[in-house]
């Protein structure tokens, strides 16, 4: 017995100096606090919208401006545009400053030869487009003269009713006692880092197993998914219009392209342990029917339409994962949005 307590004593001083290791290597690089949560959750609080950043947060490469919005904060006597999305636009993998809207910020002044515009990024990880309630307030906040939608279809598995005609209220602290250990997430970072993607996967293939137990699982979401994408998109269109600013929509890019093919499915499981109550055959199909669903909104809207479905290549090069892009991905995109941005701000002054 005492053999049995020695053991547990010496493994419970090992973890707390690694613990405390951690701690101080994220003090020494980064800055953070040593006794507070420090985590990507750590930079969102609770709102009366669902959630919203934390103003001046930073955790990592993510900072948060005095208004709460990732970036820096927009300057007075400049053209503001609005970009809104998810995780994909908040910018996960790309370099610090290298998320599609801070490169659409710098290109766009760089076609006006001065820095004449702001980007301010709206988006929030995980947000369902139709938080028209969040959206609305940055508007009025800002002003801009343009608003860039960028969905993520993902959002809407499983959603039978739309967002916009209901109430929003604050969702739950998303800090948790994972988040208060520095040490599990030192280990995440090293497993994915040296562990082989074949491990990887087999860990992935036994989360989503778990996951599954007792409940049914979908060959394809069903219309009423996709129709309450398209409404709280259309939500999202009028509340832009409301605040008299123009519209450019975006289809929705992925690492896979139209097909899925062998090479390609290992980075399928990884996107469905996210959503495991859809099987993997089911994503493309869901890609396919709301971006289809974009377009047709922009026909009906007459709103500019960027297809970057079409226009982003699959693959590695442009994403670092299922769907969220690497710093060439980003670059390809903020240059397929610049040209709308300029000719729907043509002429426009900041007031």
């Known amino acids: 017995m005492k053999r049995i307590l020695s053991c547990l004593i010496y493994a419970a001083l090992g973890l707390g100096t690694m613990e405390m290791a951690a701690r101080i290597d994220d003090a020494i690089n980064e800055g953070a606090p040593m006794w507070k949560p420090y985590t990507i959750s750590s930079v969102f609080q609770p709102s009366p919208f669902g959630r919203e950043g934390k103003p001046n947060a930073r955790f990592g490469k993510w900072s948060m401006n005095e208004w709460g919005y990732r970036g820096p904060s927009p300057q ?26 801070r490169v659409l910020e710098a290109r766009l002044n760089e076609a006006a030869g001065a820095a004449r515009y702001n980007v301010i990024n709206l988006a929030i990880p995980g947000v369902r487009i139709g938080r028209w309630g969040y959206l609305d307030r940055g508007i009025k906040q800002f002003q801009p003269k343009v608003v860039v939608i960028y969905p993520s279809p993902a959002n809407y598995i499983g959603s039978e009713k739309p967002l916009c005609d209901q109430p929003s209220s604050p969702v739950p602290d998303q800090i948790g006692i994972k988040d208060r250990i520095r040490l599990t997430g030192k280990i995440e970072q090293l497993s994915k ?30 219309d009423s998914n996709i129709q309450s994408f398209k409404t709280d998109l259309a939500c999202a269109v009028r509340t832009a219009h409301q605040a008299g600013a123009k519209v450019v929509l975006a289809t929705h890019a992925t690492y896979f392209g139209s097909t899925l093919r062998d090479a390609d499915k290992p980075m399928m499981t990884a996107w469905r342990r996210f959503y495991p109550d859809l099987k993997e055959e089911g994503f493309l199909d869901l890609e396919l029917r709301t971006n289809a669903a974009i377009k047709a909104l922009a026909q009906e809207m007459k709103l500019d339409l960027v297809d970057a479905d079409q226009a982003i290549p699959p693959g590695p090069g442009n994403f670092a994962d299922f769907v969220h892009f690497t710093d060439a991905g980003s670059a390809h995109m903020a240059q397929l949005l610049a040209p709308h941005v300029l000719q729907l701000t043509s002429g426009l002054t900041a007031h």
């Open 76 to 101: 007075a006597d400049r053209i503001n545009v609005v970009t809104f999305g998810a995780s994909e636009t908040f910018g996960i993998y790309e370099s610090p400053d290298h998320e599609y809207p």
């Open 193 to 222: 880092k040296v562990l082989p993607p074949s491990i990887m996967t087999m860990w992935r293939q036994h989360d989503i197993a778990k996951s599954i137990q007792g409940i049914a699982v979908m060959d394809k979401v069903p």
